[in-house]
């Protein structure tokens, strides 16, 4: 269980209670303002617990939802365009408009990890947005994919996505060539 330093003050009282916790083992120090009951906790662990409300997108979504097998250097999240910056430098930060930034959340349990992240069908649609800032061979690996899951996705949700974001002709028009 991972725990912010203002919990273990409620918790233990005291800075020197949590530190004499960590010299007995009871308690570990992962890195400044996180604790854990347990000494190896995976990075993925830390970033969902550091940033709730941020959302995996683009490369880390891609590959935790198996459409590339392309490790991502850094976790990619979306939040509001009006948070606060986040300055670390595991996480690459997407600013999204507050009308579609909950568009497609659903939450994965991943590596003792629970995060929310965007679906398959709101990916797509990121997919076709993003075309032009992707490298060519990536973008075409992620499509193949697409193509062969299609049975699998809800065409009526992209359709819907595709609807509530800016420029929803141009996307509609991607789908129609691309994916259908």
Known sequence: MLLTYPECLAKWQSDYQIKKQ??????????KGVYSDIPDVSTLVV???KYPNAIFTMDSAFYYHGLTDVIPDEYHLATDKHAIYISDDRVHQYYVSSDILNVGVTTMERRNATFKIYDKERMLIELLRFKNKLPFDYYKEIIANYRRLIYDLDIERIQAYADSFPRSKMISDALEMEVF
Do not use: A, Q
């Not at 960590?22 to 570990?28: A, D």
């Open 47 to 49: 970033i969902s617990f």
């Open 22 to 31: 960590i010299s007995e083992g009871k308690l570990y120090r992962i890195e």
